[in-house]
T-cell receptor, first 110, second 115 residues
Framework: EAQVTQNPRYLITVTGKKLTVTCSQNMNHEYMSWYRQDPGLGLRQIYY???????DKGDVPEGYKVSRKEKRNFPLILESPSPNQTSLYFCASSLLETQYFGPGTRLLVL | AQSVTQLDSHVSVSEGTPVLLRCNYS??????LFWYVQHPNKGLQLLLKYTSAATLVKGINGFEAEFKKSETSFHLTKPSAHMSDAAEYFC?????????????FGAGTRLAVHP
């Protein structure tokens, strides 16, 4: 089944403790993105990747890192999480203009 | 830069009555437009997309949207609401950014359906 998977789905952590949210797709898509969703703001793009080893900042990249060492995986890294990064995070991969979203990761930073 | 405005943050309808979710966009050229739906505790699912073909676009679950260039609108409609339609809906415009089609999301409209 074609899908985008994310892990973990739920995470509670404390300020400053490094964490990684994994994202994997099995559709051989070149483009992958990370978004955060906050009430009243819709989804905002954090980072995107056009292909392996090619990544670029989206609209809200501060406090986040990404890597794209292989086509299927696009992890999101929070080196030193802060409470303002409490949010719902979505990974997506795309073919042309249609993006396919993962199920989301709900993060709470205390 | 392109942008999307969803005119209602909340819409409430009775089951069996029509649904109208309003969306206006701004774009310097002919855009690609999408509607996504997010059910509680679920990811986003593509409902329909407009990419410069027919202006009336039919999607899944009986939804459709009409692209009106003169009004810069892309409103989502359904003739008869079902309880399972209760969800959050996002209007999205696609912007070409350095060879990559970036999605610009509206703030979302939460649809409630009452018995």
């Amino acid at each position: 089944e074609a899908q985008v998977t994310q892990n973990p789905r739920y995470l509670i952590t404390v300020t400053g403790k490094k964490l990684t949210v994994t994202c994997s797709q099995n559709m051989n898509h070149e483009y992958m993105s990370w978004y955060r969703q906050d009430p009243g703001l819709g989804l905002r793009q954090i980072y995107y990747s056009m292909n392996v080893e090619v990544t670029d900042k989206g609209d809200v990249p501060e406090g986040y890192k990404v890597s794209r060492k292989e086509k299927r995986n696009f992890p999101l890294i929070l080196e030193s999480p802060s409470p303002n990064q409490t949010s719902l995070y979505f990974c997506a991969s795309s073919l042309l203009e249609t993006q396919y979203f993962g199920p989301g990761t709900r993060l709470l930073v205390l | 830069a392109q942008s999307v405005t969803q005119l209602d943050s909340h819409v409430s309808v009775s089951e069996g009555t029509p649904v109208l979710l309003r969306c206006n966009y701004s774009s310097s050229y002919s855009p690609s437009l999408f509607w996504y739906v997010q059910h509680p505790n679920k990811g986003l699912q593509l409902l329909l997309k407009y990419t410069s073909a027919a202006t009336l676009v039919k999607g899944i679950n009986g939804f459709e949207a009409e692209f009106k260039k003169s009004e810069t609108s892309f409103h989502l409609t359904k003739p008869s609401a079902h309880m399972s339609d209760a969800a959050e809906y996002f209007c999205v415009v696609s912007e070409n950014s350095g060879g990559y089609n970036k999605l610009i999301f509206g703030a979302g409209t939460r649809l409630a359906v009452h018995p």
